[in-house]
């Protein structure tokens, strides 16, 4: 955590001389989303593909001070998107020093803590609390109760003596807790409705009733959620009150286009090796087409995390290459999207009747998306000459015990190499793994479009005629 600044207000008179008032959470990013419009700066470090659709709406809802939910498939960002809303905070805020809410010390809302201003005046003790810490963030779950997220009567204080009439032996819940904070609950049809129920009087009235208790604290909080479209999911439903009392209900997607797709995966993944610019596009592709095959239940969607997950085992599998064959540095080849399929297969739910078949799909897709890299990479550009030479008898094997500067060897010294290795912006002078990387891309298109022959086994690929 950061340190507390040394010159901040310590007591209630000092705040109050300094001229801090209170404001309330919408009002304060309400300010702070208009000051950073209004300068040029990125409110939403780290979002990528939402600039034109998602993000001008929640804009909007948040300026309007409405609580927002988040609609939209697995893995599209929604809860990465949510994390963002703290950085709107201001960076510090006062609060009550000891106090068991996150209270303003010129605004108490707890009968205790408006006790001990009663009673100190100036000389109310404040700390200073971090944006961070005012984002709280729950999952849904089914067992999830009121306790949890509104609050209970504490055994505790009620054995140390106080009666059961007396608010002060409330333990408050999560919500509570965040007051003057957000509160994010991802997968909000998860509760059960009955604890739903629960937020309503959070949402509209402000406040929170605990069982047969008369208190009423005028909560200052932003509710925000996720949830999956209502048309497909089977775990449960926002119920319709509470559905009423979000302000803005916003649909979220996956990335429009396949520069969109790379960035995330660049951002995102966590790459033990090096995978070039050229695969990543592949893998985009791969991704694209998974989620318009009919043969894959687009109801549940394909996460922006497959291709995350997709890209680091390709990373791995060029860093298990690399310490078989002692080549450096480890750089991913057209040969380590073999590992692709096997591996990530379980991530994907298959329509009815495709039982047996995913894998054969998968590689369909697989190479249907390498098709269209090297078209795209490759466009004007003849790469007769690379196949005329391998169907001269300069046979090219690849492999997982493959270095690529072996690739290279097995080809006679071409023009069209290096325009090969010019569209996968690799320079000549660079280490032979990323070259032979560009021209197995280049061999694997010409395989695609029936200009050459490729017969493989367990670990080596035999490029011919």
């Known amino acids: 955590m950061n340190d507390v600044p040394a010159n901040l207000p ?7 001389a300094a001229g801090h008032l209170p404001r309330s959470i919408s009002q304060e990013l309400h300010d702070n989303l208009l000051a950073k419009l209004r300068a040029g700066e990125d409110a939403w470090p780290g979002i990528v593909g939402f600039s034109r659709t998602v993000l001008p709406q929640l804009e909007r809802a948040l300026l309007a001070g409405h609580d927002v939910v988040l609609l939209g498939e697995r893995g599209q960002g929604k ?21 068991e809410l ?21 000389a109310l003790p404040v700390t200073w609390r971090h944006r961070d810490e005012r984002y709280t963030e729950k999952l849904a779950t089914p ?19 106080r009666s059961l009439g007396d608010p002060e032996t409330i333990h408050f819940g999560l919500v509570p807790r965040a007051h003057r904070g957000i509160v994010a609950i991802n997968e909000l049809p998860d509760l059960a409705e009955r604890i739903q ?29 996720t949830a999956n479209p209502e048309d497909y999911t089977n775990r449960g439903r926002i119920i319709t009150p509470l559905k009423d009392r979000f302000g803005a209900e916003i649909r979220t997607h996956y990335p429009l286009d396949v520069e969109s797709e790379i960035a995330v995966v660049r951002q995102e993944a966590h790459l033990v090796a090096e995978v070039g610019e050229p695969l990543l596009e592949v893998l985009a592709r791969f991704v694209r087409n998974l989620r318009e095959s009919p043969v894959i239940d687009q109801r549940s969607g394909v996460s922006a995390r497959f291709a995350v997950a997709a890209a680091e085992t390709v990373g791995a ?3 298990r290459r690399s310490a078989l064959t002692g080549e450096e540095p480890a750089v991913a080849r057209p040969v380590d999207l073999d590992a692709v399929p096997g591996v990530l297969r379980g991530k994907l739910e298959f329509e009815p009747g495709e039982e047996g078949r995913e894998t054969e799909h998968l590689v369909h897709l697989l190479r249907r998306a390498v098709a269209e890299t ?9 790469l007769l000459p690379l196949a005329d030479a391998v169907e001269s008898g300069h046979l090219v094997s690849t492999g997982e015990r493959v270095p690529g500067k072996d690739v290279l060897a097995a080809l006679p010294e071409l023009p069209v190499l290096h325009d090969v290795a010019a569209r996968a912006g690799v320079g000549p002078d660079e280490p032979a793994g990323r070259i032979a990387a560009a021209v197995e891309l280049a ?6 479009s029936r200009k050459l022959a490729k017969d493989s086994d367990d670990s080596t690929t035999v490029y011919g005629r």
């Open 443 to 448: 061999l694997e298109s010409l395989f695609l």
């Open 317 to 319: 599998a060029a860093l």
């Open 10 to 16: 310590r007591t209630a008179g000092d705040l109050r």
């Open 374 to 382: 090297a078209r795209s990479r490759f466009a004007g550009l003849d």
């Open 79 to 99: 809860t990465r998107l949510l994390r963002t809303l703290a950085g709107l905070l201001d960076e510090w805020t006062p609060v009550i020093e000891g106090a």
């Open 197 to 225: 129920v629960a937020l309503l009087n959070v949402m509209e009235e402000r406040d929170i009733q605990v069982r047969g208790y008369t208190l009423r604290l005028p909560l200052d909080v932003l509710l925000v959620a």
């Open 143 to 161: 067992d999830t109760s009121v306790g949890d997220l509104i609050g209970d009567v504490d055994p505790v204080k009620v054995a140390e003596g």
């Open 102 to 122: 996150a209270e303003h010390p010129l605004d108490p809302i707890t009968p205790e803590s408006r006790r001990r201003a009663a009673e100190l005046g100036a």
